[in-house]
């Protein structure tokens, strides 16, 4: 157990919809990271927060935005879902601003249909 | 842009060697490899930064040639523990804090 909790574990959704995937950090962890992977693109990044400031954007769509609010948890929003969508979605977390080494939680398989 | 791991796959019998490398068009910062088994999430393994500071697990190690923007990662004397796909991650020069991965290294190690 990595200590970072991603819920929920499975979304199935039609398309056009919208969806909010919710992630909590290890235990005193400040950064939180959003990746999606999908068969035929493998890990992509897609965003990075850092006590609450958004510090790198990475291949995220428009549709897409995220927050890490003053509990540090983050949500990441897809709206406007398409199926091409259809991933697995991976928070993960690290205590320092920079990349160190991060603890990913055991993702969000998300299916839309 | 998206850097390039070789071999794509590699099967081993326990207790052989393999090497993993991760190249870059790009000049980088930091190299980073994580560990994926089936149907669970990234394990850290190893960070390398421009420099020669390295943070990672004691059974692992790897090299970061800063001037060929290459890193190498090695599995000596695998065990079927080793089995998963590799990732690296690397973070172009500038720091950027944006890490991308290559499509990963699939090993398998056999008994």
């Known amino acids: 157990d990595s200590g970072v909790t991603q819920t929920p574990k499975h979304l199935i959704t039609a398309t056009g919809q919208r969806v909010t995937l919710r992630c909590s950090p290890r235990?005193?962890?400040?950064?939180v990271y959003w990746y999606q992977q999908s068969l035929d693109q493998g890990l992509q990044f897609l965003i990075q927060?850092?006590?609450?400031?958004?510090?790198a954007k990475g291949n995220i769509l428009e549709r897409f935005s995220a927050q890490q609010f003053p509990d540090l948890h983050s949500e990441l929003n897809l709206s406007s879902l398409e199926l091409g969508d259809s991933a697995l979605y991976f928070c993960?977390?690290?205590?320092?601003?920079?990349?160190?080494?991060?603890?990913f939680g055991q993702g969000t398989r998300l299916t839309v249909v | 842009q998206q850097p390039v791991q070789s071999p794509q796959a590699v099967i081993l019998r326990e207790g052989e060697d393999a090497v993993i490398n991760c190249s870059s068009s790009?000049?980088?910062?930091?190299v980073h490899w994580y560990r994926q088994k089936h149907g669970e999430a990234p394990i850290f393994l190893m960070i390398?930064?421009?420099?020669?500071e390295q943070k990672g697990h004691d059974k692992i190690s790897a090299s970061f040639n800063e001037k060929k923007q290459q890193s190498s990662l090695y599995l000596t004397a695998s065990q079927l523990s080793y089995s998963g796909t590799y990732f690296c991650?690397?973070?172009?020069?500038?720091?950027?804090?944006?890490?991308?991965f290559g499509k990963g290294t699939k090993l398998t190690v056999n008994p």
């Open positions: 993960a977390s690290s205590v320092v601003r920079g990349w160190d080494e991060a603890f």
């Open positions: 235990s005193g962890d400040l950064s």
């Open positions: 927060y850092y006590n609450g400031e958004e510090r």
């Open positions: 790009k000049a980088l910062y930091s």
């Open positions: 390398l930064l421009k420099g020669g």
């Open positions: 991650g690397t973070e172009a020069q500038g720091g950027s804090e944006k890490l991308v």
